[in-house]
Nanobody, 115 residues
Framework: QVQLVESGGGLVQPGGSLRLSCAASGIIVSLNDLGWYRQAPGKERELVATFTSRGSTTYADSVKGRFTISRDNAKNIVYLQMASLKPEDTAVYYC?????????WGQGTQVTVSS
């Protein structure tokens, strides 16, 4: 059974930084594709960043140059380093694992960007 547990969210001022963590069990992160999504109130869940098993990364245009996805293979954790945060980054952030038609979501972690 795949379990993903996010942490690291919180309240931060505009321009600030946060690092989210996604601790995985039941899979080896270095052998799988994982991604970060977010969902703001009243909006659909959207893809933020992905890290493939081959080591390639992709980002939504809205976060390019500000967010960085990475992984620690020894700890089996995927990170999302967020910098230059904006109020529009406010959302619940979710970690996702997907293989074919199988997928698993974490419980989410709230990020609020406000002064």
């Amino acid at each position: 059974q795949v379990q993903l547990v996010e942490s690291g969210g919180g309240l931060v001022q505009p321009g600030g930084s946060l690092r989210l963590s996604c601790a995985a069990s039941g899979i080896i992160v270095s052998l799988n594709d994982l991604g970060w999504y977010r969902q703001a109130p009243g909006k659909e869940r959207e893809l933020v960043a992905t890290f493939t098993s081959r080591g390639s990364t992709t980002y939504a245009d809205s976060v390019k140059g500000r967010f960085t996805i990475s992984r620690d293979n020894a700890k089996n954790i995927v990170y999302l380093q967020m910098a230059s945060l904006k109020p529009e980054d406010t959302a619940v952030y979710y970690c996702n694992w997907r293989v074919g038609t199988l997928q698993s979501w974490g419980q989410g972690t709230q990020v609020t960007v406000s002064s």
